[in-house]
């Protein structure tokens, strides 16, 4: 709520960006999980990225920011195998997706994997939060990955996400959390079931004028 009311202002006033630093830029090529939580790396389709996971946070702390009043965060997710958006049956989903700074959500969406038909669809929220039906693999960069697990024979069933979100933020160090919440009792393996990695993460420092 703090981040909507941020950019109300930001919008609504005269101040423009000043400047803007790529201050983070990680795409795990070089191995580097410095400042990093709970991350494994795994080789997904020749790329190193951080998973998988289900249901389990990773994250990171980034340090030493120059001083700043916004910081600008881009993650690139692959949603893996199974999603089933806003299924609201308990037993399939809703399949949540969430992130946060400094302990306080900043983003919660729900992603869909699966297909849609006219006489049934399994719409998903992003790339607006939770609660909104778009089509699946709706604003995402690439829908031609094969899945890591349960579709892992199959292609189109990893999909890959560029989510960027600009939030008010003085302190010297972010905390940047991220996680999901899956629905799959309908699976004797959920891991393998659906699941999420992280490709890359970059923060920018923005200040105004
Ligand atoms: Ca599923
Ligand atoms: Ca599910």
Not at 72 to 85: A, V, Y
Not at 116 to 138: G, H, I, V, W
Not at 196 to 208: D, G, H, I, Q
Request: one cysteine or more; aromatic letters at 14%; hydrophobic letters at 35%.
């Amino acid at each position: 709520m703090l981040f909507l009311l941020v950019l109300v202002s930001f919008s609504a006033c005269t101040d423009t960006l000043e400047s803007e630093q790529v201050v983070y830029d990680n795409d795990f090529s070089n191995l580097d999980l410095a400042g990093f939580y709970n991350a494994r790396l795994q080789i997904f389709q020749n790329d190193t990225v951080v998973g998988y996971y289900h249901n389990e946070e990773v994250g990171l702390t980034v340090s030493n920011l120059p001083a700043h009043e916004l910081l600008k965060i881009t993650l690139d997710i692959l949603i893996h195998d199974s999603w089933d958006g806003n299924s609201d049956d308990g037993v399939g989903g809703p399949d949540f997706w969430f992130f946060g700074v400094d302990n306080e959500e900043v983003f919660r969406t729900t992603f869909s994997n699966s297909p849609c038909e006219t006489t049934y669809c399994l719409f998903q929220s992003y790339p607006d939060a939770y609660f909104r039906q778009n089509l699946p693999k709706s604003g995402s960069v690439d829908t031609k990955i094969p899945g890591l697990c349960l579709f892992g024979a199959s292609d189109n069933y990893t999909t890959r996400y560029s989510i960027t979100k600009i939030i008010d933020h003085k302190n010297f160090e972010a905390k940047i959390y991220m996680n999901s919440e899956l629905v799959s009792t309908n699976s004797q393996d959920p891991f393998c079931d659906e699941s999420w990695s992280l490709a890359n993460v970059k923060v920018e420092a923005l200040t105004l004028k």
